[in-house]
């Protein structure tokens, strides 16, 4: 009788894992890792860019708002005799 030998797959590839693709297995993590921080200091970024952006806005208005209110003030403002 031929008896065939029967192969428990996974743990063959954990294995050769464990053994031989530690350096690889530290590459992929390191990989992972340093794409997700890159995509969180692109969000970070942009969202700061967003609020100087907002903040430009405000600081316009604002300066807007004082030129006409220096405007109102003399315009109202009686006039000067001496």
């Known amino acids: 009788m031929n008896k ?7 743990i063959i590839i954990k294995n050769d894992f464990l053994l031989y693709g530690k350096i690889h297995l530290i590459l992929l993590f390191a990989i992972i890792l340093s794409a997700n921080s890159i995509v969180i200091v ?3 970024t942009r969202m700061l860019i967003a609020e100087q ?3 430009r806005i405000e600081q316009k208005k604002k300066n807007d708002e004082w030129r006409n209110l220096i ?12």
């Open 42 to 44: 692109v969000y970070k």
């Open 4 to 10: 065939k030998k029967h192969y428990d797959l996974p």
């Open 71 to 82: 405007i109102e003030k003399n315009t109202l403002s009686p006039p000067l005799i001496n």
């Open 53 to 55: 952006e907002q903040l």
